[in-house]
């Protein structure tokens, strides 16, 4: 079992920076992928980031790349997600998802992640 948990969201205006972050705990818990995913009232849960916890490489949703950033600290099993150029579109319930799986690395889809932390809201204002 995995458990994660989120933390960092809060209330920003549009154009500020948020880091948002997730601890895995457990020791040693296994992880293939770490995801971002976000949830807007009214909508499906959507993808944002993913890295891959042992190479390190990266995937962007459209809507956040090159303003979004993901980041992981191996040795504190936690991964973070940089947050600048914020839209009031940004706004959501960020969840963090851990894949489990070695194969299919870097995906996207709510499917592909095993475990789910409980979310933190980011509001923001325009």
């Known amino acids: 079992q995995v458990q994660l948990v989120e933390s960092g969201g809060g209330l920003v205006q549009a154009g500020g920076s948020l880091r948002i972050s997730c601890v895995a705990s457990g020791r040693n818990p296994p992880i293939a992928t770490m995801g971002w995913f976000r949830q807007a009232p009214g909508q499906e849960r959507e993808f944002a980031a993913a890295i891959e916890w042992t190479g390190g490489n990266t995937k962007y949703a459209s809507s956040v790349k090159g303003r979004f950033t993901i980041s992981r600290d191996s040795a504190k099993n936690t991964v973070y997600l940089q947050m600048n150029s914020l839209k009031a579109e940004d706004t959501a319930v960020y969840y963090c998802?851990?894949?489990?799986?070695?194969?299919?690395?870097?995906?996207?889809?709510?499917?592909?992640?095993?475990?789910w932390g409980q979310g933190t809201q980011v509001t923001v204002s325009s």
């Open positions: 998802a851990d894949r489990i799986y070695s194969t299919w690395l870097l995906a996207s889809s709510v499917a592909d992640y095993q475990y």
